[in-house]
């Protein structure tokens, strides 16, 4: 009687074990002591314009006549015209004609264009850039899956997960794939831990245009596809493990 009572709360006390094991592998950014004691220097160089990018680029001055020239408008919509990116990181800009872009951040390209139009302008203009298609992707183990246009071109992993929906309790949290495109169109897949606070501090935690997410999903997921999002069975498991050692335990006195 003692030994198998013995083998009863041994088990519970494993099982216990076991659940808070599993339990520190759910909370984002643990250890953030480590972040907070750590010198950093974060370099903000601004979005570097990318192929396949869509661009606007805004003219203006004191009078208008003067730019429009510049700012052409697309007939069918009244919408400024946009501008495509090509392979060689080039577009045509009216008047000016061909313009490298690629590789350079807008606040270079506005530079650039301001410089270009010193020959036609006898003031220094106003050029504001845009991306118009900037957009992340976030797939795998979060509630809202899908692509998600970022107008303000700035964002990191955690607001992309935010607006997924934040990952389900099945995605692996310290597995967490970046896939992204660079400039000579070559693609690299970066692992994130979002377990460990030093995450934020990663070249990769700011996303660029184009970056896709993908969260895996855990073993109880791949071995139980056809199980729902729901973790009420898990509770109701507990619960149910929890009586049954009552039981045993009241059984075996």
Known sequence: MRKLKRLTLGALLAFLLVSCQSYK????????????DTEQSVLQTGVKVMPKDLLTIAVS???????????L?????D??????????GNINFPVLGEIHVGGLTKLEIEN???DKLKVYLKEAPLVTVRIVNYRISVLG???????????NEKINLLEALA????????????????????????QEIITMDLNKAETVLSPYYQLQQNDIIYVTPNKTKAKNSDVGTSTGLWF??????????????????
Not at 61 to 71: D, G, H, Q, R, V
Not at 79 to 88: F, G, S
Not at 167 to 177: M, P, Q, S
Not at 236 to 253: E, P, Q, V
Request: proline share 5%; aromatic share 6%; charged share 15%.
């Open 25 to 36: 592998k759910v909370p984002y950014l643990q250890d953030t002591a480590f972040v907070n």
């Open 61 to 71: 001055c004191s009078t208008p006549e003067l730019a429009a020239p510049f700012n």
């Open 73 to 77: 408008v697309n007939s069918s919509t």
């Open 79 to 88: 919408a400024p015209q946009q501008y495509l990116v090509d392979n060689q």
């Open 112 to 114: 650039l264009i301001i």
């Open 141 to 151: 183990e979060v509630n809202k899956p899908g692509s998600f246009v970022v107008s």
């Open 163 to 186: 607006m997924a929906g934040d990952l389900t309790i099945y995605g692996v949290r310290d597995n967490v794939k970046l896939i992204r495109t660079g400039q000579d169109n070559k």
């Open 236 to 253: 109701s498991g507990i619960s149910i493990l929890m009586s049954i050692a009552n039981l045993l335990i009241g059984i075996l006195r």
